[in-house]
């Protein structure tokens, strides 16, 4: 089936750079993408979406990147502190499967002090 | 946002045995959905839980191995049934609001060990 894909399983970065986690994805249909963060024993948590017509979304300190040329999703995170190391998860949903999303393999995001 | 439980929050089981979780949430919800995480991947949807008929299964999965309930609106089950060693996974249940396009919340899993 279909499949969103992570270039990196893994990212460690220092305390107040930025971090960027990208994501590829195979399905031109998918009109909506959505990341999520997952700290250890929990459940994930929305971040931040994008509908596919746009290209680009501010939230506070993270920005999505949604190139649907080359099937890429990208997710900044600004100003990186320690509470932001967990594992990130972009997933894509079809128009017509509300509530189903197809995740990722998932970046860890380690940030150093 | 939902809140969302999940009980039993984790849990270790004897191959061929059955487990049942459950998923309450505190609000009315239309859409209900039980992933599977197995260690260290990504998540899977295994079906959708429609209250008041059959569960919809995704590719893979099948209603004899996760039997799904949804009696109401706030309140699912999902049993693992006749488990091996590779059920051993974190099941979450997730909801869909309705009120932000596709936006899903989760719970907080279920971490299951099948010896």
């Known amino acids: 089936g279909e499949s969103v894909g992570l270039h990196l399983p893994t990212l460690s970065v220092q305390e107040g750079d930025n971090s960027i986690i990208n994501c590829a994805y195979s399905?031109?249909?998918?009109?909506?993408f959505i990341w999520y963060k997952q700290e250890s024993g929990k459940g994930p948590q929305f971040i931040i979406d994008i509908r596919s017509n746009m290209d680009k979304r501010q939230g506070q300190r993270v920005t999505v990147l949604l190139n649907k040329t080359v099937k890429h999703l990208s997710l900044q995170i600004a100003a990186t502190q320690p509470g932001d190391s967990a594992v990130y998860f972009c997933a894509e949903n079809l128009n017509t499967n509300a509530g189903k999303s197809t995740f990722g393999d998932g970046t860890t995001l380690t940030v150093k002090p | 946002s939902a809140v969302i439980s999940q009980k039993p929050s984790r849990d270790i089981c004897q191959r061929g045995t059955s487990l049942t979780i459950q998923c309450q949430v505190d609000s009315q919800v239309t859409m209900m959905f039980w992933y599977r995480q197995q260690p260290g991947q990504s998540l899977t949807l295994i079906a959708t839980a429609n209250q008041g008929s059959e569960a919809t299964y995704e590719s893979g999965f099948v209603i004899d191995k996760f039997p799904i309930s949804r009696p109401n609106l706030t309140f699912s089950t999902l049993t693992v049934s006749n488990m091996s060693p590779e059920d051993s996974s974190i099941y979450l249940c997730s909801v869909d609001l309705g009120k932000s396009y596709n936006e899903q919340f989760f719970g907080p899993g279920t971490r299951l060990t099948v010896l």
């Open positions: 399905n031109s249909a998918s009109d909506y």
